[in-house]
């Protein structure tokens, strides 16, 4: 059971912050940055490498029943161990409807096959924290710090900057991309909400997303939606397979949990809007995709947002009436 003891939270994770000592603050802060910046590196592969599995003809639902398969087959046999028996109800389906699950995935992956790898990011994780502050005002009273709110409009700013070039060469359908990528951010930022309010561990986080996705998608997927699968090459299916699975399926799911806990919704989502500057960059490289003039002075800007908003301190809740 190595794999328990890996995505068990370290001994801060479980005290209140009240109990922790200022050295203790420090470190959790750290763990926190560094899974932030994981989640942040797998997000960018995530939105390059899906955009050149769209590219491959393989289909949105190909690249979500692959990365179930891969995850559900990891997780699956901890199920039982790892299932938070203590979540009400409502808590166990918003984290396994809104998660990074199949509702979420197949509504990027049809935006990324309408608009390119910056331009889907910008609107997709660009508003991320829009919609992930709105939430957490209006259902947990919880206030980002004047700091956050600069430094995501900063990125903001940045993100659509990157996605202008795209904007323009956009045809029938950048409506379409556009509704998708908006629809995925709002789907996820319940599911940052909802990790922060009910305190999800990261193997809880894992099992709520992998298992009953994998179990429901899957059987639908093979009898009933279209697949190019059979005509794609086996080495872009094992390549997808695995990026998908291990990566945004796996690593990101514990990551997520782990910088909202400690970070808070905003500065997690916030990050989120420096994907499509990072992704610009992975672009260059993968799909060929070179950054204008106006991509680069957006990347400089989603920089400084960045800096910024890592800076600053956790969101607060706001007293009772």
């Known amino acids: 059971m190595k794999l328990a003891g890996v995505l068990s939270a370290p001994r801060f994770l479980k ?38 599995g769209m590219q491959s003809g393989l289909t949105p639902f190909d690249l979500t029943a692959l990365r179930f398969l891969v995850t559900g087959a990891l997780v699956l046999p901890f199920a039982k161990a790892w299932w938070p028996r203590h979540l009400p109800l409502h808590a166990i389906l918003s984290m396994s409807i809104f998660g990074p ?85 709002a789907v996820l930022s319940i599911y ?22 994998a179990l429901l998608f899957l059987p639908v997927w093979f009898f009933f939606l279209p697949s190019t699968m059979q005509d794609a090459r086996w080495s872009t ?26 970070l808070g919704p905003t500065p997690s989502a916030g990050l989120a809007a420096a994907v499509p500057a990072s992704a610009t960059l992975l672009a260059i490289p993968i799909l060929g995709e070179v950054p204008t003039t106006i991509e680069w002075i957006g990347i400089a800007i989603v920089t400084a947002g960045l800096i910024l908003l890592l800076g600053g301190q956790s969101e607060t809740r706001s007293p009772s009436k």
Not at 168 to 179: L, Q
Not at 192 to 213: C, D, I, M, T, Y
């Open 101 to 185: 699950g199949v509702v979420y995935n197949v509504l990027m992956y049809f935006g990324l096959k309408g608009s390119s790898a910056a331009y889907g990011g910008a609107f997709a994780n660009g508003s991320l924290p829009i919609f992930t502050i709105l939430l957490g005002l209006i259902f947990a009273r919880r206030v980002p710090s004047w700091r956050q709110l600069i430094a995501v409009l900063i990125l903001l700013v940045g993100a659509v900057l990157v996605a202008i070039p795209g904007m323009r060469a956009g045809g029938n359908s950048v409506g379409s991309a556009i509704g998708f990528l908006l629809a995925a951010s």
């Open 15 to 52: 005290q209140s912050d009240t109990g922790l000592t200022p050295a203790g603050k420090s470190n959790e802060r750290i763990f926190g940055l560094l899974s932030a910046a994981g989640v942040f590196c797998i997000w960018s592969g995530f939105l390059v490498f899906s955009r050149a």
């Open 192 to 213: 940052f909400v909802g990790v922060k309010h009910w305190q999800v561990e990261a193997r809880q986080a894992l099992v709520l997303v992998s298992v009953p996705n």
């Open 237 to 262: 299916i094992l390549l997808q397979a695995a990026f998908q699975g291990l990566g945004p399926g796996f690593l990101a799911v514990i990551l997520f949990s782990i910088s909202v806990r400690i």
